[in-house]
């Protein structure tokens, strides 16, 4: 066993050995030392938990000591950044202005953000609100009135029968012919000549289309519009459901549908001449007689009473009554054996026009013999003869006879009655709304007969109604639209009263089921394929709306042609130009001159919306022509503001408003200024900064120290400079806004011929005089009295521009 003298010496050899290969640092604790950062340690890894025992492992096997790391990220403060400082001890001087500064500049920039904060979020969501109201009025456009209540469109659906073919921007054969007659009827308007209705001339037109269904189309039209006079004041949807329009409404329909019948009862003979035997007698009576004996082959059975000239007395009587000759049908049953009194009678009132109660009386003894007997023959033609003269039996629909639409819609206009006490009658306002809602597009196959639905609207007297669907088919659009053009004029076409509502439309105040048409929608859509190529054309179209104005009370003419010329740009073409000698080119819109249309007053709604578009070069033009010459002076001083200092340039802004303002000054200095002087004073001075940059630009420095003394705005002596100083505060904001740059220009060149002079001193004395002495320090002076005339300013002049006046000052010295 060694002694202690041997455990010594190898403790000190283990020591000396561990000292000297090893890099870690002695530790020197205590057992009590130890024992609290074992504690330590334990609370740590209990309070952390595995993930953080992990994270320090996988750190520290990369050299990272972790908890170091965490102690210095604790430290960081952010009272240094964006916290509010912490108040000091009011006898530390030093610090509280340290505190009170960084209080300020954090004040500063929380306000800043605050401010920029709260406008992205006004601008985020004033931007939304646009989008929405958009899209709100896209919305009710579809679901509202004008009135504001909800429209009830019915149970019939819209059939978009044909895909929109791709347009071209020139009018076709049929465009062509139309516009040319309404540049015609335009031009006679303007000028108060009479002339004839655009239904007879666009109905002339027709024959030239080489289309039968059109041709049938404006016939029919012109059948429906030989109604009684009413007054053009009222609103159109109030006058047609009036008795009397009602009325003629309700006899041009049925005249259509017989004068139609008798030319079938004719086309019919033509086909089958032999068989017709008709012989060379006319009148209704002989066609019938013909037709009749082609018509009946064995096709009908039970029919009673007998014949006349080997005809059936009923069949003649009703096809006589469908050919619209009341005549011809009381010559058929006096020819008769039998007497048929009550039934002659009344057809003898009808055409006498006999007094409404005289009338009635008549009806009611009709409706007594069809009740107690007719109603129970066999004979359908003599069934449907009692039911159209007595107004009985209304849902009877007569099918053996009434086979087509014709004769179906024949048959209840002729049981339509207005102011009628009894039950057993046709509304004319229940006619429409079966024929628009109940039956609608999808029973009249619309789809592949566009004809036949346009014609059972039309003759029921809904015209809006009949003139969209149409305008739905792109090949009868051209049509629909000139049919809109031509009842607006006869002041027959119902119009909602917000011109930006949508196509068709309902008033909840009109009387069921109208529509409205809003034709200025109509006409937009029409013109909007040609109206960049054919300017003529698309502004007679637009003078057809000149009569409706919009919630402004601007009409609409004016707004469309405002509208056209922001879209083509051709100002000159249609608004004119002013010329240098001060008269204005006639434009397209000369030609409609009145007191309330004139190129002045749409050259004005157009410059103001150039405006607001920020265009205020083609504004310029435009006051111009609209003799705004306050405006035209303020736009165009508030443009050389912006470019007067900029050097010259062929074709540039500041060239092109160089020429114009040389233009204007010439003819206003002619025919006088009729602005404010302060407006005039200031387009006259930066006229002349204009010529005073070119100087400065193209370096002929006295020419342009010449003219900035002309224009009298800054001091170049001392006795201006109380002077000048006293008139700033008279200058327009447009001339405050260039004085920096005329300063420092006025410096520069000052400091040129200085460096000029001075580049002089060089040259042998016998060169040398007084006189390049004085100049030197009167440019001094100059340089002085100008950066002196700057610091008695009232403006914050822009950037370093006082800092190099005064280094260019200094620089002269």
């Not at 007595?390 to 207005?418: P, Q």
Request: charged content about 25%.
């Amino acid at each position: 066993m060694s002694d202690f003298s041997e455990l010594l010496q190898e403790a000190e050899k283990l020591t000396t050995n561990l000292e000297g290969t090893s890099e870690l640092p002695k530790v020197e604790r205590s057992l009590r030392q130890v024992l609290e950062a074992s504690n330590e340690l334990y609370s740590r890894v209990a309070q952390t938990g595995a993930k953080d025992i992990q994270a320090n492992l996988l750190l520290g096997s990369k050299g990272i000591d972790l908890p170091k790391i965490v102690q210095k990220l604790e430290s960081i403060s952010t009272k240094r950044t964006f916290e509010p400082i912490e108040p000091v001890e009011d006898l530390d001087l030093s610090s509280l202005l340290e505190n009170e500064v960084r209080n300020c500049i954090l004040n500063v920039v929380e306000s800043g953000y605050s401010s920029c904060l709260k406008s992205v979020y006004e601008n985020a969501w004033e931007h939304q609100a646009g989008e929405w109201k958009q899209e709100k009025r896209k919305i009710l456009h579809s679901m509202i009135a004008p009135s504001g209540s909800f429209l009830e469109l019915g149970s019939n659906k819209s059939i978009f029968m044909d895909a929109t073919p791709p347009t071209t921007p020139f009018l076709g054969t049929s465009e062509t012919l139309y516009a040319s007659k309404i540049i015609e009827y335009n031009g006679n308007v303007t000028k108060n000549s009479p002339q004839q209705d655009l239904v007879s001339v666009f109905t002339k037109i027709s024959q030239e289309f080489k289309d039968a269904k059109v041709k049938d189309m404006w016939e029919m039209l012109k059948y429906m519009i030989d109604l009684p006079p009413f007054p053009h004041s009222d609103d159109p949807i109030k006058n047609r459901y009036s008795k009397p329009v009602i009325n003629a409404l309700v006899n041009r329909g049925k005249k259509y549908l017989e004068d139609r019948y008798k030319t079938y009862m004719n086309n019919i003979i033509n086909e089958n001449l032999t068989m017709a035997l008709r012989g060379g007698i006319p009148g209704t009576y002989h066609l019938v007689k013909s037709f009749v004996g082609i018509r009946l082959q064995g096709e009908y059975y039970g029919l009673n009473d007998g014949t006349i000239e080997d005809r059936p007395i009923w069949p003649m009587v009703y096809y006589c009554l469908r050919a619209g000759d009341l005549n011809a049908a009381i010559y058929c049953l006096k020819r008769h054996n039998s007497d048929f009194r009550e039934i002659i009678n009344i057809l003898q009132a009808k055409i006498n026009n006999a007094p409404p109660a005289d009338y009635a009386k008549l009806e009611s003894s009709v409706r007594f013999a069809y009740r107690r007997t007719v109603r129970n023959e066999t004979d359908p033609f003599k069934r449907i003869i009692w039911s159209v003269l007595g107004c009985c039996d209304i849902v009877d629909e007569h099918s053996e006879v009434a086979r087509t639409a014709d004769d179906y819609l024949w048959l209840k206009l002729s049981l339509v009655r207005t102011d009628y006490d009894k039950e057993d009658h046709i509304k004319y306002e229940e006619l429409q709304r079966m024929i628009l809602e109940e039956y609608g597009e999808s029973h009249y196959d619309a789809s592949n007969q566009p004809h036949l639905y346009f014609q059972v609207l039309l003759l029921t007297g809904q015209f809006e109604a009949a003139l969209e669907f149409l305008a739905r088919i792109e090949r009868y659009k051209v049509h629909s639209v000139h049919m809109a053009i031509a009842l607006k004029e006869l002041y027959l076409l119902g119009g909602p009263y917000d011109p930006s509502a949508p196509l068709i439309s309902i008033d909840p105040m009109d009387p069921k089921p109208a529509r409205r048409l809003n034709i200025a929608r109509l006409i937009l859509i029409y013109v909007k394929k040609f109206e960049m190529v054919c300017l003529n054309e698309a502004l007679h179209y637009f003078y057809i709306l000149r009569n409706i104005n919009d919630s402004d009370g601007v009409n609409l003419f004016k707004i469309c042609t405002k509208d056209l010329a922001l879209e083509t740009k051709s100002y000159e073409q249609i608004l004119g130009k002013v010329q240098r000698n001060g008269i204005r080119s006639k434009g397209l819109v000369d030609q409609f001159n009145s007191s309330s249309i004139t190129a002045e007053n749409i050259a004005e709604i157009t410059a103001d919306a150039l405006c607001k578009k920020g265009l205020f070069e083609d504004a310029i033009e435009l006051y111009d022509v609209a003799n705004m010459q306050e405006m035209t002076l303020n736009l165009l001083c508030s443009l050389l503001s912006q470019v007067v200092q900029l050097p010259a340039q062929a074709g540039s802004l500041r060239d092109r408003l160089q020429q114009k303002s040389n233009e204007l000054a010439e003819r206003y200095e002619r025919e006088g200024y009729r602005s404010s002087t302060n407006i005039v004073i200031s387009f006259l001075k930066l006229k002349d900064l204009l010529t005073f940059f070119d100087y400065y630009h193209s370096k002929q420095y006295n020419l342009a120290l010449k003219t900035l003394g002309d224009i009298q705005l800054i001091p170049l002596q001392s006795h201006e400079f109380e002077e000048r100083v006293k008139g700033f505060d008279r200058l327009s904001i447009e001339l405050c806004k260039v004085i920096p740059d005329v300063i420092l220009a006025t410096m520069n060149m000052l400091f040129a011929q200085y460096q000029k002079l001075k580049g002089n001193e060089y040259l042998p004395s016998k060169f040398k005089n007084d006189a390049s002495e004085n100049q030197l320090t009167y440019l001094r002076q100059q340089a002085k009295i100008l950066t002196d005339f700057t610091g008695l300013l009232p403006y914050r002049m822009p950037g370093d521009t006082n800092s190099r006046l005064v280094q260019m000052e200094i620089l002269m010295h």
